[in-house]
């Protein structure tokens, strides 16, 4: 006799998404690798050229150009980065994830002391057509009270 076994995609994308989440994570930990290294243009380079960068405090950045002109003003001599996934989806089409997960972030105060910073970030990938995944939507944002404006000064005091 003769055995006949249907596969239907809806079988196979455990194996395939599993796949794709490990491909975002690699993608993930270059762009890490970069960041540490002080390296705007290899951050950069895990960017769609559409690339959109939303960082705390700033406008938002548009294109893999200024999005590397965003990177080398933060990765400074001095500065210290890290950030690690804590949750990477695949949507079922395989050709868009995102994951989101938690950043700490040491930079050089105006006085040359570390200021510290630490919060979390979502950044949604695509699939390119070479089949490596590249970030299209880039967010993070801090877990620290925001700084307060000093008072204004009265006039005449």
Known sequence: TTEIYTLS???????YTS???QAVKDADAASLKAAQALDAAGVAAGYTDDVTVLCPNQPLVSGKADAQKAWAAMLVPG??????PSKVE?????DM?????????STPGPDGKPVGDKGKYV????????GSWKVVEDIWNSDLPAVA???AKKKGK
Do not use: F
């Open 19 to 21: 796949a794709a989440v």
């Open 149 to 151: 404006p000093a008072p």
């Open 123 to 130: 950044a949604v990938s695509k699939k390119q057509a070479d």
């Open 79 to 84: 500065t210290q980065i890290t950030w690690a």
């Open 97 to 105: 994830a995102y994951d989101q997960g938690t950043y700490t972030m």
């Open 90 to 94: 695949v949507a079922a089409s395989g």
């Open 9 to 15: 995609l809806h079988d196979a994308l455990p194996i």
